[in-house]
């Protein structure tokens, strides 16, 4: 099920947010988004986030944080990804949108694949002025 983010879910949002950045990103140093746990942890609150809690555990397996049309992140717990929890979370985020946009980066190749497989295009590219990695920007238009 995807739901709305409460403020209960804090925790369990901030650990998949902390071990997906460190899983996918092994090109940045932990260091770098332990770094940036609190200040994350004090916007999410304030944040467009949706959450997929499993139906008979109720554990939330992932999370989707919005900015208006713009994707912050999706993020899933490594012991449930590939099953489709990205997915529906991103079927989500387009049911209420004509246009998404996002920002990947380009070291991250799963991400990629995924985002083109669910009819984003690569739209141009820039750096990450935080970590100076390279990204691409994609977008989904109806």
């Known amino acids: 099920m995807i739901r709305k983010y409460?403020?209960?879910?804090?925790d369990a949002v901030m650990q998949?947010?902390?071990?997906?950045?460190?899983q996918a990103h092994s090109f940045i140093s932990p260091?770098?988004?332990?770094?940036?746990?609190?200040?994350?942890?004090?916007?999410?609150?304030?944040?467009?986030v949706y959450v997929y809690e499993d139906d008979c555990t109720k554990q939330i397996g992932g999370f989707?944080?919005?900015?208006d049309n713009y994707i912050e992140g999706?993020?899933?717990?490594?012991?449930?990804?590939?099953?489709?929890?990205?997915?529906?979370?991103?079927?989500?985020a387009k049911e209420g949108k004509s246009t998404l946009?996002?920002?990947?980066?380009q070291k991250n190749k799963k991400a990629i694949r995924f985002?083109?497989?669910?009819?984003?295009?690569?739209?141009?590219?820039?750096?990450?002025?935080n970590t100076d990695e390279k990204e691409f920007v994609m977008v989904w238009n109806r």
């Open 115 to 129: 985002y083109l497989r669910e009819e984003f295009a690569i739209q141009s590219e820039n750096i990450d002025n």
């Open 64 to 67: 989707i944080g919005m900015n």
């Open 16 to 22: 998949i947010w902390l071990n997906t950045n460190i």
């Open 31 to 48: 260091d770098y988004w332990q770094s940036n746990f609190d200040t994350v942890k004090r916007m999410m609150p304030l944040a467009e």
């Open 101 to 105: 946009r996002l920002s990947v980066y």
């Open 74 to 92: 999706i993020f899933v717990k490594k012991a449930v990804q590939s099953k489709g929890i990205g997915k529906q979370l991103l079927n989500y």
């Open 6 to 10: 409460v403020d209960g879910d804090i």
